[in-house]
C-alpha cells in the first residue's frame, strides 16, 4: 500500500479525572479487554505489571482507611504508579491502532479504551473519467488534508462482500484491466485515523 500521511488516533483516558476505585476498576477492564486479544501480542509494559500495579493501589487504598499520614502517602504513590503504566500502556495500544488506520477504532475500544473520535467526512467531488482506453477509468475526489482514500469497486453492488478494494490511497486512481461491456459500481471513503462514510456509488460500462 502506498505511504501516506495520515492523521493519527488518539486514546482518551482522562485517568485524572477518575477516583481512587474508579481508575482500579477501569484498569482491571482495560487488562481484560486486552488479554488474550489478537491485536495486542506483547503489550507494553506487560499486562501483568499493570495488574501488580492494580493489586498495589487496591491495598494501599484499603490501608489509607486507617488514616495515617505514611498510609495516605504510599496511596498517591501507587496511584502514580498506575496512572504512569497504564499511560504507557495507552501509548502502545495508539501505536498497534495506528499500523491500521481504517480500523483503528476498533483496535483501540477492543482494549477496552476510548478513541477521540472525530470521524471523517464523507467525501465530496467524486466523479468518474472515461480515459478511452479500453478497460480503464479515472476515479476523483476532493482532497481532504492529511486524509488517505479507500477505493472499492464491484459488478454487484447488492452483494456487499463483492466488493473489492485497490491497493491506492491516493485522491486519484486510474483503474485498469476492466471488463470491456460490463458496468461497473466505484466508491470511496476517507481515512483519517479510521474510515469515514462510503461516497454515493457512481456507475459506467466499461469500454
Known amino acids: 500500500m502506498p505511504k501516506h500521511r495520515i492523521k493519527k488516533a488518539k486514546v482518551v483516558l482522562k485517568l485524572?479525572?477518575?477516583t481512587f476505585l474508579q481508575?482500579?476498576?477501569f484498569s482491571k477492564h482495560v487488562i481484560s479487554s486486552m488479554?488474550?486479544?489478537?491485536?495486542?501480542?506483547a503489550p507494553l509494559?506487560?499486562?501483568?505489571?499493570?495488574s501488580t500495579n492494580i493489586a498495589n493501589l487496591d491495598a494501599a487504598v484499603m490501608l489509607a482507611n486507617t488514616r495515617t499520614p505514611s498510609a495516605t502517602a504510599d496511596k498517591h504513590a501507587k496511584r502514580k504508579l498506575l496512572h504512569d503504566s497504564m499511560t504507557s500502556l495507552g501509548f502502545y495500544v495508539e501505536a498497534i491502532a495506528n499500523q491500521d488506520p481504517a480500523n483503528a477504532l476498533t483496535i483501540i475500544t477492543s482494549a477496552g479504551m476510548t478513541p477521540k473520535k472525530d470521524l471523517p467526512p464523507k467525501p465530496s467531488g467524486f466523479r468518474l473519467v472515461l480515459t478511452g482506453v479500453p478497460g480503464e477509468v479515472k476515479l476523483l475526489t476532493d482532497w481532504v488534508r492529511?486524509?488517505?482514500?479507500?477505493?472499492?469497486?464491484?459488478?454487484?453492488?447488492?452483494?456487499?462482500?463483492s466488493w473489492i478494494e485497490t491497493d491506492s490511497m491516493k485522491r486519484e486512481l486510474l483503474l485498469s484491466g476492466l471488463t470491456t461491456g460490463l458496468r461497473y459500481y466505484f466508491r470511496v471513503a476517507v481515512i483519517l485515523h479510521t474510515c469515514g462514510p462510503y461516497s454515493q456509488v457512481i456507475n459506467t460500462i466499461v469500454l
Open 45 to 50: 509494559p506487560a499486562l501483568n505489571t499493570i
Open 146 to 161: 492529511l486524509a488517505g482514500y479507500k477505493w472499492e469497486y464491484t459488478t454487484t453492488p447488492e452483494d456487499e462482500t
Open 16 to 18: 485524572s479525572e477518575l
Open 35 to 41: 488479554s488474550g486479544n489478537a491485536y495486542f501480542p
Open 23 to 25: 481508575m482500579i476498576d
